[in-house]
């Protein structure tokens, strides 16, 4: 019975290492996330600009 009990509480600190590990990965991806959200909106902004001084050429 004590190895069981041994075995559950080694599996529980186990669970909460992976759940603070998997927390690290979430907050990089979100970071990553508004990354590339913000690249994309400089993107379309430039194009947007882009076309904007190809009119004024014409």
């Known amino acids: 019975m ?8 080694n599996v529980a600190e186990r669970l909460s ?3 603070e590990k998997a ?3 979430n907050s990089i991806v979100e970071a990553i996330t508004k ?4 690249t994309n909106l400089l993107s379309v902004n430039a194009a947007i ?10």
């Open 2 to 9: 004590e190895d069981l009990a041994s075995a559950t509480t």
């Open 17 to 19: 290492m992976i759940f």
């Open 23 to 25: 927390s690290s990965i």
């Open 35 to 38: 990354v590339s959200d913000q």
């Open 49 to 58: 600009e882009a076309e904007k001084a190809g009119d004024m050429t014409v």
